[in-house]
């Protein structure tokens, strides 16, 4: 089982919509959740920070969290095109006494006009 | 504007031979990773270092693959000898805080011929 997982995609969704982007983690210690942004040829870019069960909200994106789960979630509100991209969760727990950053594999979102 | 820089951009080189990666982490940040980014195995998490410390570097191939924090404002990668597999785009991230993001550097996109 790898210890991020995500559905590959693509996720195609039409301009206006809200794209809902789904992530489990197999980690019950973790600790911190993020959500990055990444355009095709470009370096990985922070988008929202999760530390606590619930909804964060920040422009058009909520994250939740729902730790008991194991599940985090990402979604963009009246989506653009420009928002097409590879979306990666995550995860930041303790592993072997200090803390790890690992990330899913990805899912990629496609929004059409 | 505070950011990860990382030289070269692209390296193209023939098998066998040395690549050294540098990074420059953001002034302050006391974390640092080294990832690898392919098609096929995502974001890959080679070396983690905090404080100058290396705290983990088990995904990383270690007959070729070596990971050091000489200051604290400098990190590199180096791969010797470089194999055709190595073929990736490697990217530094650094971060602030223990449970914090990491925010990520442009990338060396390695091509091994």
């Known amino acids: 089982q790898k210890e991020v997982e995500q559905n590959s995609g693509p996720l195609s969704v039409p301009e206006g919509a809200i794209a809902s982007l789904n992530c489990t983690y197999s980690?019950?210690?973790?600790?911190?959740f993020f959500w990055y942004r990444q355009y095709s040829g470009k370096s990985p870019e922070l988008i929202m920070s999760?530390?606590?069960?619930g909804d964060k909200e920040d422009g058009r994106f909520t994250a939740q969290l729902n730790k008991a789960s194991q599940y985090v979630s990402l979604l963009i509100r009246d989506s653009q095109p420009s928002d097409s991209a590879t979306y990666l969760c995550a995860v930041k727990g303790i592993s072997g006494g200090y803390n790890k950053l690992i990330f899913g594999a990805g899912t990629r979102l496609a929004v059409h006009p | 504007d505070a950011r990860v820089t990382q030289t070269p951009r692209d390296k193209v080189t023939e098998m066998g031979q040395e690549v050294t990666m540098r990074c420059q982490p953001i002034l302050g940040h006391n974390t640092v990773f080294w990832y690898r980014q392919t098609m096929m195995q995502g974001l890959e998490l080679l070396a983690y270092f905090r404080n100058r410390a290396p705290l983990d570097d088990s995904g990383m191939p270690k007959d070729r693959f070596s990971a050091e924090m000489p200051d604290a404002t400098l990190a590199t990668l180096k791969i010797q000898p470089s194999e055709p597999r190595d073929s990736a785009v490697y990217f530094c991230?650094?971060?602030?805080?223990?449970?914090?993001?990491?925010?990520f550097g442009q990338g060396t996109r390695l091509t091994v011929v």
């Open positions: 999760i530390y606590s069960n």
């Open positions: 991230a650094s971060g602030l805080v223990h449970e914090g993001p990491a925010f």
């Open positions: 980690d019950r210690g973790s600790q911190s």
